[in-house]
């Protein structure tokens, strides 16, 4: 799925995004040393976390905007523009790690990006990642189906939720040897009054493309947004009903 990220807000705003992606990290456990992709790597703070912990340290994305943004802040790092589903490089690395990226890339693709995963690390080579699964941001996307027919509108989900059964079976397919996967529940904070409609702004676009006109837009979001406010908005703050999957393989 390409689309345009505006890096200065979502750096500014978005920042639970690479935050949460710590834990997940902290299943790498390759040698002090050891080469790491961080594949998608957005504004490269997870990157240079992974870098921090003593790895040497690649990043690959899509965004030049979000690179621009990594390449400013960690002039030390390589970072590369490529597609994840379609990408090679010049020398294997130990463990290749990603963080809430992998259900931007659309299913018929999965195999695609697996398979350069695979041929990317050394034998016995860890693969680290956390995603959103299945139910992922249910509640956002259910409103936001309504609020669109009710304009006249068809929503199209733009993004891939597999359950552990489907995923593990895809990473398997690939030659991928799971050993640890979990599928849970993180209600995660959104920033500001606007919390909800900002998160729409950043991460729902694809969808939108198809609204005859602005203002249609903008009532899609106002009434999809009142009507979780009883569920999402608790305590004077907004929160996204998200649900990660995290899994260990190793390349066989």
């Not at 978005?14 to 992606?21: A, E, M, T």
């Not at 990043?59 to 960690?74: C, F, K, T």
Request: charged share 25%.
């Amino acid at each position: 799925m390409n689309i345009e990220w505006d890096a200065g807000k979502y750096t500014k705003d978005f920042s639970f995004v690479h935050q949460y992606g710590n834990d997940a990290a902290e299943l790498i456990d390759c040698k002090a040393g050891g080469a790491v992709l961080d594949l998608g790597c957005g504004n490269g703070s997870l990157t240079n976390r992974l870098k921090n912990k003593g790895f040497h340290v690649i990043g690959i994305d899509d965004s030049e905007d979000l690179l621009n943004v990594a390449r400013s802040n960690y002039p030390d790092i390589n970072f590369i523009k490529a597609d994840a589903a379609a990408f090679t490089l010049n020398k294997p690395v130990d463990a290749v790690f990603s963080n809430a990226v992998f259900h931007w890339i659309d299913k018929d693709k999965q195999p695609s990006m697996l398979s350069c995963v695979y041929n990317a690390l050394k034998d016995n080579g860890q693969f680290v990642f956390e995603f959103g699964g299945h139910g992922n941001n249910a509640l956002i996307h259910g409103e936001l189906e309504k609020a669109f027919l009710k304009y006249g509108y068809y929503y199209k989900m733009p993004f891939y939720f597999p359950t552990i059964g489907e995923y593990a079976s895809l990473v398997e397919q690939a030659g991928f040897q799971v050993r640890y996967a979990v599928l849970f529940v993180r209600p995660t904070e959104l920033k500001g009054e606007q919390g909800l409609k900002d998160w729409i702004d950043m991460f729902v676009k694809t969808p939108f493309l198809a609204v005859a006109s602005p203002e249609d837009a903008e009532s899609i979001k106002t009434m999809a947004v009142r009507n979780l406010k009883h569920v999402l908005y608790k305590n004077g703050k907004w929160y996204a009903d998200y649900v990660r999957i995290r899994m260990k393989a190793y390349k066989d």
